[in-house]
């Protein structure tokens, strides 16, 4: 039993999942950012978006970073919409970054390293599509940036990656409860601290 207590200790980061901690949400979402003149917008899926809006909103050249839904079927879907009713939507953080002080490709390699792009529909105790590993690209340029960036990562991970790169479609942006949610949550949710903090750390962002 000794040597059980470690080991189930260490895998609880691994079994700790967002989805029982969201509950009932409002019908208001996170209002839609302005995009300014000459501003770009990136749209990435990479498991729990509290993660994800997290890391990216502390970025140089970020301007703002929102989470929401991306890759469905269903018009305005809720967030139990997309979490029990097979909608087809990802978890996304939807970016408007200024290309003069950061490029696309530079959000790609955060992209790389902010999760595990080879368990497919899952990252950790996250399970089901909506957490699925995607890039949905807003041009032409993208696309191929994504396409080229994806190759290049191939060879950092034993697996095969299984991102999806996808043309941008709807966003439906998340409750308003979510926005900011590690940093307005972290000391309430046992998520931010068992998950999403020792992802900041070994990003050296703040946490």
């Keep these: 039993m000794k040597h059980l207590v470690p080991a189930i200790l260490l895998m609880l980061p691994m079994l700790a999942s967002c989805q029982p901690e969201k509950s009932a949400m409002s019908n208001a979402t996170i209002p839609m950012p302005a995009v300014p003149a000459g501003a770009e917008t990136a749209t990435f899926g990479a498991g729990c978006y ?3 809006e997290a890391a990216f909103r502390q970025l140089d050249g970020v301007i703002s970073a929102t989470p929401g839904f991306m890759g469905g079927t269903t ?6 919409d997309v979490c029990y009713h097979n909608t087809g939507h990802a978890e996304v953080v939807q970016i408007v970054f200024d290309p003069k002080k950061t490029s696309y490709a530079k959000l790609l390699d955060w992209f790389w390293n902010l999760h595990d792009p080879t368990t497919l529909n899952r990252q950790g ?3 089901g599509t909506q957490y699925r590993s995607a890039i949905f690209y807003h041009s032409e340029a993208q696309r191929q940036a994504a396409i080229t960036a994806k190759s290049a990562a191939a060879a950092k991970f034993k697996d095969p990656i299984v991102t999806e790169i996808t043309k941008a479609a709807d966003f439906y942006p998340a409750p308003k409860e979510h926005g900011d949610y590690y940093f307005q949550n972290k000391s309430k949710n046992s998520y931010c601290t068992r ?3 020792p992802k900041l750390e070994k990003l050296k962002l703040k946490h």
């Design 125 to 127: 105790g996250d399970i």
């Design 195 to 197: 998950v999403i903090e």
């Design 50 to 52: 509290w993660c994800i």
């Design 75 to 80: 018009k305005n879907p809720t967030y139990d």
